[in-house]
Antibody
Framework: QLQLQESGPGLVKPSETLSLTCTVSGGSISSSSYYWGWIRQPPGKGLEWIGSIYYSGSTYYNPSLKSRVTISVDTSKNQFSLKLSSVTAADTAVYYC????????????????????WGQGTLVTVSS | QSVLTQPPSASGTPGQRVTISCSGSSSNIGSNTVNWYQQLPGTAPKLLIYSNNQRPSGVPDRFSGSKSGTSASLAISGLQSEDEADYYCAAWDDSLNGQVFGGGTKLTVL
């Protein structure tokens, strides 16, 4: 059974870089043709997709966050990671990682479909 | 402001049927499939419906999804107290080239 687990600092100072890692167990990131995504949820608010990465390293990012986001994959550790730079209080949220099911399109393999399963989430607070 | 529009709240009594709507546009729901997630209090979202109307293994058939044009709906029949949760619709948006979510609907079982 595939499981995902987020890890990283729970407190980040304003203007610094938020760094999280998602460890995948019960399956290999590189053996399956899936994307791996990050989604966040500010306290009391809705879900926001941050971005997704293919096992080969191809990425898609939310246009509203693209300038500050980097998602990378480490197939040797079966992990993928999120870096969000220049954080402010507005970046305070529960961050989830999830497997993201793609479609094969004329543009290539695109993460158009659903997220399943999800990690349990980790709260990151931006505060000095 | 979410790209997909959902009512902020919905309610029903045990045994009732409730529906939750999700409205989008030609660049998202109109041209891509819709997925629904259930988020029980204090937990991570869970996939409830995928590809408009498909249920993952383990999801009761009380939950059903449909899509017409640029709108989609989630229906819950035989409402139970454990269905009290937040429900989110989501779809790919061709214009944004990204995944978009609805703002979520809080379902209360009276």
């Amino acid at each position: 059974q595939l499981q995902l687990q987020e890890s990283g600092p729970g407190l980040v100072k304003p203007s610094e870089t938020l760094s999280l890692t998602c460890t995948v167990s019960g399956g290999s990131i590189s053996s399956s043709s899936y994307y791996w995504g990050w989604i966040r949820q500010p306290p009391g608010k809705g879900l926001e997709w941050i971005g997704s990465i293919y096992y080969s390293g191809s990425t898609y990012y939310n246009p509203s966050l693209k300038s500050r986001v980097t998602i990378s994959v480490d197939t040797s550790k079966n992990q993928f990671s999120l870096k969000l730079s220049s954080v402010t209080a507005a970046d305070t949220a529960v961050y989830y990682c999830a497997r993201h099911v793609p479609s094969i399109t004329i543009f290539g393999v695109v993460p158009e479909n659903w997220f399943d399963p999800w990690g349990q989430g980790t709260l990151v607070t931006v505060s000095s | 402001q979410s790209v997909l529009t959902q009512p902020p709240s919905a309610s029903g009594t045990p045994g009732q049927r409730v529906t939750i709507s999700c409205s989008g546009s030609s660049s998202n729901i109109g041209s891509n499939t819709v997925n629904w997630y259930q988020q029980l209090p204090g937990t991570a979202p869970k996939l409830l419906i995928y590809s408009n109307n498909q249920r993952p293994s383990g999801v009761p058939d009380r939950f059903s999804g449909s899509k017409s044009g640029t709108s989609a709906s989630l229906a819950i029949s035989g409402l139970q107290s454990e269905d009290e949760a937040d429900y989110y619709c989501a779809a790919w948006d061709d214009s944004l080239n990204g995944q978009v979510f609805g703002g979520g609907t809080k379902l209360t079982v009276l």
